[in-house]
């Protein structure tokens, strides 16, 4: 037959029990769980924009390109219409630009400029969008 055994509460200083909030401290300050996680959840699924990874962050600083909010609307359009097609990496040309995007990850993995695009192969995609 197993014993139990009893250990105090106070045994390690380190640890400190969790005590549990109270609903009138919740109240009292104006704090929901379950309504701010509702919250924060609509938010992002409600935020379908892109990432850039840190490959694609130095790639755009070396040659100088840069993006405003319009340019990043069309490029996550253009994923967005990528993604209905089911693609799951695509090259997205725009104007002298290039990207290859993680259609799924929602992140631009590299980018390129018009004078590199010509000497350029680009590999492991499935779908192309033209803008």
């Not at 969790?18 to 609903?23: A, G, N, V, W």
């Not at 600083?61 to 390109?65: A, S, V």
């Given at each position: 037959m197993a014993e139990l055994i009893n250990i105090p509460?106070?045994?390690?200083?380190?640890?400190n029990a969790?005590?549990?909030?109270?609903?009138e401290t919740n109240k009292s300050i104006g704090f929901n769980k379950t309504e701010d996680f509702r919250n924060i959840?609509?938010?992002?699924?409600g935020q379908r924009g892109l990432k850039i990874s840190n490959?694609?962050?130095m790639r755009m600083?070396?040659?100088?390109?840069s993006l405003d909010d319009a340019?990043?609307?069309?490029l996550s359009d253009a994923v967005d219409r990528a993604e209905q097609k089911g693609v799951r990496e695509s090259l997205i040309l725009m104007n002298d630009l290039a990207f290859v995007v993680s259609v799924k990850n929602r992140t631009v993995i590299t980018a390129?400029?018009?004078?590199?695009?010509k000497e350029n192969?680009?590999?492991?995609?499935?779908g192309a969008v033209i803008i």
């Open positions: 509460p106070n045994i390690n200083p380190n640890i969790i005590k549990p909030e109270s609903k959840l609509q938010q992002k699924i490959h694609a962050q600083n070396m040659r100088n390109i340019q990043m609307a069309k390129v400029d018009g004078p590199s695009i192969v680009f590999t492991n995609i499935d």
